[in-house]
T-cell receptor
Framework: ETGVTQTPRHLVMGMTNKKSLKCEQH?????MYWYKQSAKKPLELMFV???????ENNSVPSRFSPECPNSSHLFLHLHTLQPEDSALYLC??????????????FGPGTRLTVL | KQEVTQIPAALSVPEGENLVLNCSFT??????LQWFRQDPGKGLTSLLL???SQREQTSGRLNASLDKSSGRSTLYIAASQPGDSATYLC???????????WGAGTKLIIKP
């Protein structure tokens, strides 16, 4: 595997389900990100991890819970979601979280549908 | 407030034409600006990254320019091909942290 991978690629869940999204980066980076992309809206940054510590939580509802067990893996745990949470969830990584010139590399995304 | 705007939201041109996509931003004190491509239902592919000290970057048929004083960047695509059809996103980093501010994108369709 190369680059940034995400699983599953598609997920359909009911509002009472609990599921997790997984992201893995094979680039040796130290920062990882979760973004939400809804139709017709700019990307929304949800969470940022730098060296396995969360450095940003952009007012995201508690029904989204991130986990970063090491610098290569990032999870997004989902529970009691709402239909408006249906979106494309994108994971990204970069060499460092701060400083100029840190290019972010994205995974293919997980298309989430909440029924 | 720091904002990024991309106009038009959609663009359709015949194959073979040269074209320009626009990105404008408030506040000229940027760190860098990045252009991405997104195919339908897919993730983002980084195309070009321009540092604040640079005026342009080139990759193949793509050329991105940066004019901080006017708050503008353009992505020039030469000799467009149907495979260039995608949504093109512009993202700006303004300070030393990780936050990128995103435009809403321009959906480009190249007609064969």
């Amino acid at each position: 595997e190369t680059g940034v991978t995400q699983t599953p690629r598609h997920l359909v869940m009911g509002m009472t389900n609990k599921k997790s999204l997984k992201c893995e980066q094979h680039l040796g980076h130290n920062a990882m990100y979760w973004y939400k992309q809804s139709a017709k809206k700019p990307l929304e940054l949800m969470f940022v991890y730098s060296l396995e510590e969360r450095v940003e939580n952009n007012s995201v509802p508690s029904r989204f819970s991130p986990e970063c067990p090491n610098s290569s893996h990032l999870f997004l745990h989902l529970h009691t979601l709402q239909p408006e949470d249906s979106a494309l969830y994108l994971c990204a990584s970069s060499q460092l979280a701060g400083g100029p010139g840190n290019e972010q590399f994205f995974g293919p995304g997980t298309r989430l549908t909440v029924l | 407030k720091q904002e990024v705007t991309q106009i038009p939201a959609a663009l359709s041109v015949p194959e073979g034409e040269n074209l320009v996509l626009n990105c404008s931003f408030t506040d000229s004190a940027i760190y860098n600006l990045q252009w991405f491509r997104q195919d339908p239902g897919k993730g983002l592919t980084s195309l070009l990254l321009i540092q604040s000290s640079q005026r342009e970057q080139t990759s193949g048929r793509l050329n991105a320019s940066l004019d901080k004083s006017s708050g503008r960047s353009t992505l020039y695509i030469a000799a467009s091909q149907p495979g260039d059809s995608a949504t093109y996103l512009c993202a700006v980093k303004w300070d030393s942290n990780y936050q990128l501010i995103w435009g809403a994108g321009t959906k480009l369709i190249i007609k064969p």
